[in-house]
């Protein structure tokens, strides 16, 4: 009988996980839902088997990076990575991936901007807007800012997709895309279903689940809070 050596099968990436370490986890699951997109937090080395993409939330970049190295994530998001999984940073996390931060070391360095933290001032100077930008949605957007970084600069292979002012406020290169504003916390879906295109998966169309969801509304994600207890 002929022995044919097993070779450990990699499941087709099918899944989107949002890092579950500290900040936003359950606003993004809420949207991925929303659109039909099957997704799980991530907080331990077993959730990342079958992503094809994973977000990186808004929180505290200090204390994300710490998490981070203390549970040796930064190291299986590096791999995960370079063997195709796609990234997608909002706020803090777009800080997470910069390969520059301005004044501080940065943490991952995968993506090739220069971020710099706080820079339009305290907590106090937080803020609501509205843009349009084409590469998600022909109807202007609600943003929301919450001591936001700013993006200075956006180097080759990176495309801007929104400049405000003196910033970049989303930006995005073949395998990352970063925002430094919070669609997780708000009715908008255009982000959530362009980053799972990215990913290579069919998310809800536009006729079946709106830009921006009627149905949302601030205390939507509570319904998620359950699936964030303990590692499993
Ligand atoms: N100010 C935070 C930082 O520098 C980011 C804030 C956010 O993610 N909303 O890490």
Avoid at 98 to 127: C, K, Y
Wanted: net charge positive; hydrophobic share 40%.
């Amino acid at each position: 009988m002929l022995n044919t050596p097993r070779t450990k099968k990699r499941p087709h990436p099918s899944a989107i996980g949002v890092l579950d370490l500290q900040g936003g986890v359950c606003e993004h699951l809420d949207h991925l839902e929303r659109l039909g997109v099957a997704c799980r937090p991530v907080k331990v080395p077993a959730n990342f088997r079958g992503l094809a993409g994973l977000i990186i939330p808004g929180g505290e970049s200090t204390c994300l990076a710490r998490l981070l190295q203390i549970f040796t994530l930064d190291k299986i998001i590096v791999r995960e990575f370079q063997r195709g999984m796609k990234l997608w940073g909002t706020c803090a996390g777009a800080i997470i991936l910069a390969r520059t931060v301005v004044g501080e070391q940065p943490v991952l360095g995968l993506m090739d901007i220069e971020i710099e933290r706080n820079s339009f001032g305290s907590q106090l100077d937080s803020f609501t807007g509205e843009a349009v930008i084409p590469a998600f949605s022909a109807r202007p957007l609600p943003l929301t800012f919450i001591r936001a970084p700013q993006i200075k600069k956006a180097g080759k292979g990176v495309k801007i997709l929104l400049k405000r002012d003196n910033y970049i406020a989303a930006a995005e290169s073949n395998e990352i895309l970063v925002t430094v504003f919070h669609p997780e916390l708000t009715g908008c879906v255009a982000f959530h279903r362009y980053f799972a295109r990215k990913c290579g998966l069919t998310p809800y169309d536009e006729k079946k689940v709106p830009d921006i969801d009627p149905t949302w509304n601030p205390m939507s994600w509570t319904r998620h809070v359950s699936v964030t207890g303990p590692a499993r």
